[in-house]
C-alpha cells in the first residue's frame, strides 16, 4: 500500500472502502465526511425537505456500513459504487414516498380529483 493511502484525509475512495469493509470507523467517517454534502445534495433534490433529506443521508451511509464490498476489481471503482448505492437508496425511497401519496388518495372517503 502507498504511503499517502494510509492516511485517511488524504487516503482514495477505494483504500477508504476497503477499510470501511474491515470496520475501520474511522475510515467510514473520513468517507462520510468527503461524501454526505453530495449524498445529502442528491437526497434533497428527491425529498419533501430538509429533514428528509437528512434520513435519506443517514440511510444511504447505514447501508455503505453493512453492505461495503471491500477491494474492488479495479481503482477507481469505489466511486461508481458509492454512487450507485446512493442512487438505489434515493430511487427507493422516491418510490415509497409515490406510493405512499397514491395510497392516501384511494382512502375509503377520497373521491380523488374533481
Same mark, same amino acid.
Given at each position: 500500500?502507498?504511503? /499517502? $493511502?494510509? #492516511? !485517511?484525509?488524504?487516503a482514495p475512495l477505494?483504500?477508504? !472502502?476497503?477499510? +470501511?469493509?474491515?470496520?475501520?470507523?474511522? @475510515?467510514?467517517?473520513? /468517507?462520510?465526511?468527503? !461524501? =454526505?454534502?453530495? +449524498?445529502? =445534495?442528491?437526497?434533497?433534490? +428527491?425529498? @419533501?425537505?430538509? =429533514? &428528509?433529506?437528512?434520513? /435519506?443521508?443517514?440511510?444511504?451511509? +447505514?447501508?455503505?456500513? #453493512?453492505?461495503?464490498?471491500?477491494?474492488?476489481d479495479a481503482p477507481?471503482? =469505489?466511486? *461508481?459504487?458509492?454512487?450507485?448505492?446512493?442512487?438505489?437508496t434515493l430511487r427507493? @425511497? $422516491?418510490? &415509497?414516498?409515490?406510493?405512499?401519496?397514491?395510497? *392516501?388518495?384511494?382512502?375509503? *372517503?377520497? #373521491? *380523488?380529483? #374533481?
Amino acid at each position: 500500500m502507498d504511503h /499517502l $493511502d494510509t #492516511r !485517511l484525509p488524504t487516503a482514495p475512495l477505494d483504500t477508504l !472502502l476497503d477499510r +470501511v469493509a474491515q470496520g475501520d470507523t474511522e @475510515a467510514f467517517g473520513t /468517507l462520510y465526511d468527503r !461524501l =454526505a454534502p453530495q +449524498v445529502w =445534495a442528491a437526497a434533497l433534490a +428527491v425529498s @419533501a425537505g430538509p =429533514a &428528509q433529506a437528512a434520513a /435519506l443521508t443517514e440511510q444511504v451511509f +447505514v447501508d455503505m456500513w #453493512r453492505h461495503s464490498p471491500g477491494a474492488l476489481d479495479a481503482p477507481g471503482c =469505489a466511486q *461508481g459504487w458509492l454512487l450507485a448505492r446512493t442512487n438505489r437508496t434515493l430511487r427507493l @425511497a $422516491d418510490r &415509497q414516498n409515490t406510493k405512499n401519496t397514491h395510497a *392516501g388518495s384511494l382512502e375509503p *372517503g377520497n #373521491r *380523488g380529483p #374533481r
